[in-house]
């Protein structure tokens, strides 16, 4: 994460746990010009508008006096993590052992860039997925990213 997602994240994660949340990931990226700072928060029964409109109203508020965090302008989105969401953490690598994932790569092996299977594991920053009865791994650094799948 950015400096500024890293406070954001300190800030949204209290906020979030009092309406029943956990804090997934923070994002404050530029696409098109502009500016998005996004707050993606997580529940085990699935994530609500109620919920989402909840931490969006408690956090906006506390964000807007954040100057020194924000240079300009910028569109803030509180969401769900959702169901096919990228994984980042360690902890999410063992929160989902087992599950479907879809790993896209930076370059291609064997002439393609994107493979499916479930999530066997992350160690030592290699991640190893079963691909029908067939293990496969891959290093971090050939890892573009790791979103969970629906089957």
């Known amino acids: 994460m950015s400096k500024t997602a890293d406070a954001v994240a300190a800030i949204a994660e209290p906020i979030a746990a009092k309406h029943g949340c956990e804090l997934w990931d923070v994002e404050y990226v530029k696409e098109a ?3 998005y ?5 997580d529940h085990a029964d699935g994530v609500s508008i ?3 409109e909840a931490v969006s109203r408690e956090l ?5 006096e954040q100057e020194n965090l924000f240079p300009g ?3 803030f989105e509180v969401s769900s993590a959702g169901a096919e969401r990228q994984l980042r953490r360690t902890s ?3 929160r989902f052992a087992g ?3 879809e790993v896209k790569l930076y370059k291609a092996q064997s002439g393609q860039k994107s493979f499916h299977g479930k999530l066997v594991g992350w160690n030592d920053g290699n991640l190893e997925i079963d691909m029908s009865a067939k293990r496969h791994s891959f290093s971090k650094a050939e890892i573009a ?3 969970l799948r629906l089957e």
Request: aromatic content about 18%; some cysteine.
């Open 92 to 94: 999410d690598f063992e």
């Open 145 to 147: 990213g790791v979103w």
């Open 60 to 64: 906006d508020p506390i964000l807007d």
């Open 33 to 35: 010009g502009s500016w």
């Open 73 to 75: 302008s910028y569109t």
């Open 50 to 52: 109620d919920q989402c």
């Open 37 to 41: 700072l996004r707050v993606y928060i």
């Open 99 to 101: 599950m479907p994932v």
